[in-house]
């Protein structure tokens, strides 16, 4: 990792020498995201602010969990007056970049450090993506903050805080925008609860890895799945399959649920062994390139996983 590092940081020497930057001209108060997530709350915030701009670095539809920064990605941290991240195991090559370049004139902000956060879980029947040896290990904290509606309206509002420091003047606008999305958001939280203290059932299956501790705890939703959240493994083991197959025959479960950008093969084989259906549930981690150009938000995605989640408890 040090080594990829100094490369791209060498890279990064050559980049600004050439004195190639496209935004050299923009007089547009710069804020970056790593990811999805914190690019969409950041964008709820700014929405048409004339005065403020929000990039995110992960490419659409690209996995998350491997990104590496290129020269470009470094340059934009750099020029940035706000850099949003993670903060999980995921965004280890933050450190890294921040360490080299000049922070002092920017607000960093970690999605972890806005809201209470919760360790990685391994459940009955998950693999685990470590070796036994190491399971004795400290436990690494579940970075996916966001996919709780509720933590989403704690991050909204510290960002808004955040970003109206950088803009005094644009204030009662960021205000107005931040107020209209956390009361879309509390509407999302109001259905959730409505589906799931109507529904039959309390447990859904995940042929997939799980991203979803924050949801699931704050509806008490039980839950069974083939990985822990940041697992990079897509093949699960015959003893894994076999568990989650069972786990579904006896609770009669009538959908598998996936996650986005997943190839599917684990929850298409429990489908198939047990005459079930299959279903996305995105968690938001990374959309298509396709939805993202159409400017599908955090709010949309959600209003389709109510859609799923009626199906699957039910």
Not at 137 to 159: C, M, Q, Y
Not at 259 to 277: D, F, G, Q, R, V
Request: glycine share 2%; charged share 30%.
């Amino acid at each position: 990792m040090k080594r990829i590092i100094t490369i791209i940081l060498i890279l990064l020497v050559s980049f600004i020498i050439t004195g190639c930057n496209k935004n050299e001209d923009n007089n547009k108060i710069s804020i970056i995201a790593t990811n999805y997530p914190s690019y969409e709350f950041a964008r709820a915030v700014v929405n048409n602010n004339s005065n403020i701009e929000v990039k995110m670095l992960l490419k659409p539809g690209s996995e998350s969990h491997t990104y590496e920064p290129t020269p470009k990605d470094i340059k934009l941290i750099e020029n940035s007056k706000m850099f949003i991240y993670v903060g999980g195991e995921s965004d280890t090559w933050v450190d890294d970049i921040l360490s080299s370049i000049d922070t002092s004139d920017k607000k960093i902000v970690r999605l972890i450090d806005l809201v209470e956060t919760k360790s990685e879980e391994l459940k009955e029947g998950m693999e685990s993506v470590e070796d036994e040896e190491d399971e004795i290990d400290e436990e690494e904290i579940d970075e996916h903050v966001w996919t709780s509606p509720i933590n989403a309206i704690k991050i909204v509002r510290k960002l808004n805080e955040y970003i109206d420091e950088l803009s005094i003047k644009d204030k009662e606008e960021l205000d107005s925008n931040a107020s209209n999305y956390i009361n879309e958001l509390e509407s999302i939280d109001k259905e959730i609860r409505s589906v799931i203290s109507s529904s039959k059932r309390k447990e859904i299956i995940i042929g997939d890895r799980f991203p979803l501790r924050y949801f699931a705890d704050e509806y008490s939703l039980d839950y069974y799945a083939a990985f822990p959240g940041c697992s990079e493994q897509t093949e699960a083991s015959s003893k894994t399959l076999s568990f989650l197959i069972n786990k579904v025959k006896e609770d009669n479960i009538p959908v598998i649920l996936k996650m986005e950008l997943s190839n599917s093969n684990i929850a298409n084989t429990i489908a198939s062994e047990t005459n079930t259906k299959v279903l996305e549930f995105n968690s938001a981690h990374n959309i298509k390139e396709s939805d993202f150009n159409k400017g599908i938000t955090y709010i949309d995605i959600m209003k389709e996983n109510i859609k799923v989640l009626k199906e699957a408890l039910n």
